[in-house]
Structure formats: structure tokens, C-alpha cells
Nanobody, 124 residues
């Protein structure tokens, strides 16, 4: 069993930064990622990491590449979403996701079986 709890959402001015936290409990996972859903839009994958042997591989959506990163704290089992240079297009509900396997490619929802409840980010 895997549980994910997001925190850190809120309101921020355009151009500012915000860091979201995803706390993982339960079984060890090999894929973790962040998705977001804006009002009236489909949920989109924005960043993910997958552990393959001794290496960790990262994927970022073009919309956030160069602005967002996903550092992690292995000891505390936390994955962060560091968001810089935020703009109004980043306003959305943000979700943390995870899976036991390491087959998460191309930021697809279908590759993640565990989801958090979401945290709202509003950029004005």
C-alpha cells in the first residue's frame, strides 16, 4: 500500500516561486511524478522521476522545463516540486503520483497507480 500527501500550495504573484511537497508512506516506489489540472482542462503530467537500477531518470514537460525541478529527500521519503518564474498558466490543482514499477515514461497518467489528494496553486 502507498499513500501520498501533498502540501505547500497557495497563492503567489507572477514571477514568484513556490515549492510543493509530496510525502510518501508505505511501500518503496520506483516512479514518482507531479501532474496538474487547470479548470476546464485535462490533467497533464509535468515532471517525473523513475529509478532504473542505480540511476534515476527525469522527465519534464516542455511547459515547465527550465522552470520546475523535482528534488527529492530519500531519507524522509519526500519528493518536491520546485516551481520558479510562475505565470498565470501555472494555476492549477497539483497532484503527486507514484507507482511501484519503473515503467513511467512520457508523463502518462496510466503509468501511475497511486495519487495524492491534490493541492491548489494560484498565480496572479
Amino acid at each position: 500500500h502507498v499513500q501520498l500527501v501533498e502540501s505547500g500550495g497557495g497563492s503567489v504573484e507572477a514571477g514568484g516561486s513556490l515549492r510543493l511537497t509530496c510525502a510518501l508512506s508505505g511501500r518503496t516506489v520506483k516512479c514518482m511524478g507531479w501532474f496538474r489540472q487547470a479548470p476546464g482542462k485535462e490533467r497533464e503530467g509535468i515532471a517525473s522521476m523513475r529509478i532504473e537500477g542505480d540511476s534515476t531518470n527525469y522527465d519534464y514537460a516542455d511547459s515547465v522545463k527550465g522552470r520546475f525541478t523535482i528534488p527529492r529527500d530519500i531519507a524522509s521519503k519526500r519528493l518536491y516540486l520546485q516551481m520558479n518564474r510562475l505565470n498565470s498558466d501555472d494555476t492549477a490543482m497539483y497532484y503527486c503520483a507514484a507507482d511501484l514499477g519503473s515503467w513511467c515514461f512520457d508523463l502518462q497518467e496510466r503509468d501511475f497507480n497511486y495519487w495524492g489528494q491534490g493541492t491548489q496553486v494560484t498565480v496572479s
